[in-house]
């Protein structure tokens, strides 16, 4: 079961460090993504940590405001995410997968935390 917290409402320009946990299962083995859904829009893409070499992978929306990690010893992974906008407003979710082709396909993804809103005012 994963579970994204650190969501919360800020103000545009601030910052947010989003986590994702999961108990029962160590999430070093698998490929960690974060998607991101506003009311009314498809399921967005937002950051990926790979389960092996730990690549990264950012979505140009997001690329240099945006970084993901992942600390195995707390069986975490990040999204940092710096110079907030409104438009970045949504529920943020992380997913589990085995595997890293096609690593921005939410379809692929296997497991889904509840997910948890930022909200991002003006």
């Known amino acids: 079961q994963l579970q994204a917290s650190g969501g919360g409402l800020v103000q545009a320009g601030d910052s947010l460090r989003l986590s994702c946990t999961a108990s029962?299962?160590?999430?070093?083995?698998?490929?960690v993504g974060w998607f991101r859904q506003a009311p009314g829009k498809a399921r967005e893409f937002v950051a990926a940590?790979?389960?092996?070499?730990?690549?990264?992978y950012v979505a140009d929306s997001v690329k240099g405001r945006f970084s993901v990690s992942r600390d195995n010893a707390k069986n975490t992974v990040y999204l940092q995410m710096n110079s907030l906008k409104p438009e970045d407003t949504a529920k943020y979710y992380c997913?589990?997968?085995?595997?890293?082709?096609?690593?921005?396909?939410?379809?692929?993804?296997?497991?889904w935390g509840q997910g948890t809103q930022v909200t991002v005012s003006s």
């Open positions: 997913a589990r997968r085995s595997g890293y082709e096609l690593i921005h396909d939410s379809s692929r993804y296997e497991s």
């Open positions: 029962g299962r160590a999430l070093l083995i698998y490929t």
């Open positions: 940590v790979e389960r092996n070499a730990g690549i990264t």
